[in-house]
């Protein structure tokens, strides 16, 4: 069923992801506004990753159904409009940054010139231009998390999943990476964010917390503080866990 | 399919060897090395076999029998004692004793004459150029002593005339080469894929999984061909080997040939989780080919129970396809079958690979 072109980007309804007796994503209603920065949140093993791949079309569901952009999961005209940036770099270590975005330029099927624009803008903004013929081998780990951003944006998407794109990043790196975020979002991208790290879920719009598959709460930084009486996102987290969650709005 | 996205993945693999020149060392050099080392290794005859005669005869029968023995396959040397002759042979100093008693040449016109040979068989290959060395000096003495054999074979070869077991075996290292590299190469850039992550970063762009594996095929393809094209310069240029048919062919066959190892190559990455695991794959590639293709011996050597196996593996189709070619100069009409079997097999994994890289969606 189509949701139509002015739907969420983002809706599932009753998402179950399961792995044998094991349930990843249990239940999961989501929904998330086009334009906005939605932060998943949640422990290792809370099942953030599982949705992503769901979403992305990596992992079929269990059970549930799925939509971007208006369009169910699984439909190929959503591909060129959506943007990955997996959890592991995910880089061609023997080819140079120039090669490993000209590559995705390509897959998205980019003419050379369009490539070459929007890899020029992107490699100032993560600061590699003149590294751009240095083999992937030879950058450092921050750099490659660069390079991997730039490879997730070079088609422009209008919905960018991103799976804990700042593990491992020193923190000056990690500031510029939400200064571009929100960015995106204010150009009118969707961009839906995975992460264990509380303090970087405050600078999103709306966030969801997960826990063992399940959403136990959602709503902005502030109403669910605020809604747990709590002073922090983390201590609202685990007083959330303990209650076993609700939904701030 | 776009065919624009799978060249994307071909640019990718011929890209990445730019930078990385051990694989660009194994692709040229490992099927190079492997050719001229078996050629060399498989091209002589057997020589310098170390015989004693004992000639209690001495008659000029005798004489001239020995002087008939071909010295480039024997050196030849005289003792008197057989018992000594023959520990020589125990002791491993030499590989048989030609006894020639001393009745032989009085025994001829009774037709009892016998030449005793006392030999070392455990090596079946020098036995046997000892004993086709005796008999070939026999007949010639027989020859030259004016006599004839009642019934002669007159040979007009249908195939291979003046082929020797190089030509034999050329064919067959060639496809054994390429079906190896091509697999193991694929096997191990896949494995990659699916480790660094690169390969679920493609399958969420628009490529489709029948492009990934249209872009590898089309890769290794072309470095499949051009491993062909060098291991037959080494061939027609290092062993001389005059190729009958049409070297056109023998492409095709090595495409194809490329065509199911890339394939298989995918196939079996889908059950190594890492490089070294992938690596333990290498028996299950290497032995069937190597022991059952008909590489080195023909099929029909192959026990018949175990026969079945050889028409189970895939390069068994391609030794005997390029063999045809190169060897009996066949064309397409002749060897049609094979081609069908191995467009088959690829037909097969390729489906079976797409498959795999469906199923990871679990």
Known sequence: ?????????????????????????DNLDLKIERGETYGLLGPNGSGKTTTIKVLCDLLKPTGGEAFL???????????????????????????????????????????????????????????????????VSNLSGGMRHRTSLACSMIHNPELLFMDEPTVGVDPELRAS????????????????????????????????????????????????????????????????????????? | MRIKRALAITKRIFRGLRHDRRTVALIILAPVLAMTLFGIAFSGEVEDVDVIVVDHDGSDLSNTIIGNLDEQTLNIRFMDSEQEAVKKVEDGNAWAVFVFPEDFSQNIATKNAVIHLRGDKSNVNVASAIATTLREAMTETLTQAGGEMPVSVSESPVYGEDAEFIDFFVPGIMAFAIFLLTTLLTLLAF???????TLERLKASPMRDGEIVLGYVIAFGVIGMVQAFLLLIIATVGFNITIEGNPFLAYIIVALLALVSVNLGILLSAA???????????????????????????????????????????????????????????????????LVVLLAFALVFMILSVKSLQRGKG
């Open chain 1, 69 to 135: 952009l208006g369009k169910k999961v699984g439909d190929n005209s959503i591909a060129p409009r959506i943007g990955y940036m997996p959890q592991e770099t995910a880089l061609y270590l023997d080819l140079s940054i120039n090669d490993n975005i000209c590559l995705f330029g390509e897959v998205y099927g980019m003419s050379r010139a369009e490539i070459a624009s929007a890899e020029k803008e992107l490699l100032e903004f993560v600061d590699l231009t003149k590294w751009r013929n240095t083999p």
């Open chain 1, 1 to 25: 069923m189509s949701q139509g072109e002015n739907g969420l980007a983002v809706e599932t309804r009753g998402l179950v992801k399961k792995y044998g007796a094991f349930t990843a994503v």
């Open chain 1, 177 to 249: 990476f939400w200064e571009y975020f929100e960015t995106l979002g204010k150009r009118g991208a969707t961009v839906v964010i995975t992460t264990h790290y509380m303090d970087e879920a405050h600078r999103c719009g709306k966030i969801g917390m997960m826990r063992q598959g399940k959403l136990i709460a959602e709503g902005s930084p502030q109403d669910i503080i605020q809604s747990t009486g709590c002073g922090s996102l983390e201590d609202a987290f685990l007083e959330l866990a303990r209650k076993g969650g609700h939904h701030a709005d």
């Open chain 2, 191 to 197: 494995v990659g894929e699916r480790t660094s992550g």
């Open chain 2, 272 to 338: 190594a989780k890492r490089e070294a695991q992938a690596v333990q794959f290498l028996p299950m590639i290497i032995l069937p080919t190597f022991l059952l293709a008909g590489i080195f011996w023909p099929v029909e050597a192959i026990p018949s129970f175990l026969r079945w196996a050889s028409f189970a593996i895939p390069p068994t189709y391609g030794v005997e396809a390029m063999r045809s070619v190169m060897v009996r100069g066949w064309g397409l009409g002749e060897i049609w079958m094979e």
